[in-house]
């Protein structure tokens, strides 16, 4: 198993459930590998902050993966920028409060922190993105199903 980080394998970073259940190839490039990489090293400073092991469910899609999935054409996750992931232990919420608090202290710098459907209760996950080439956002939101529809509130909402 090709390992990108000390706590991070490639296999992990790169796995896809709709690839799997459709036979679709999930490789990046090289350029693409270098985004994982970067973010593999972000999240072992989260795990090492946190003091917990992170699973992350997704992290790169390839842009057919992505159009399968219904990801944005300019997602982080297409580009290997994103992970969506959680912290053994603790709830989506929990978890995201200490990656804002890592901020604040000057420990973590994210484009985007995203709560993504706390109603789901265990069901949530947290979205952390990077801009491995620019400014940072530090943007904070929560995603939550109205009517059908994802809707992005701003801030941490639980």
């Not at 690839?19 to 072992?44: F, H, S, W, Y």
């Not at 790169?60 to 580009?79: I, M």
Request: proline share 3%; charged share 25%.
């Amino acid at each position: 198993m090709t390992q990108v980080t000390q706590n991070f394998s490639l296999r992990e970073l790169t796995r896809s459930e709709t690839a799997r259940r459709m036979g679709v190839e999930n490789i990046p490039t090289e350029k693409e590998m270098q985004n994982i990489r970067k973010t593999a090293e972000q999240l072992e400073k989260i795990r090492e902050y946190v003091g917990r092991g992170i699973i992350v469910t997704s992290c790169f899609r390839s842009e057919r993966v992505n159009k399968l999935v219904g990801g944005s054409p300019t997602s982080a996750h297409r580009f290997g920028s994103a992970a969506d992931c959680d912290a053994i232990g603790m709830t989506s919420f929990a978890f995201a409060k200490k990656l804002i608090e890592m901020r604040d202290v000057g420990k973590l710098v994210f484009d985007q922190l995203i709560l993504e459907f706390p109603e789901r209760g265990d069901g949530a996950w947290v979205h952390i993105g990077f801009r491995h080439n620019g400014a940072q956002r530090n943007q904070v939101m929560t995603s939550v199903k109205r009517g059908g529809k994802t809707v992005y509130l701003q801030g941490l909402v639980p």
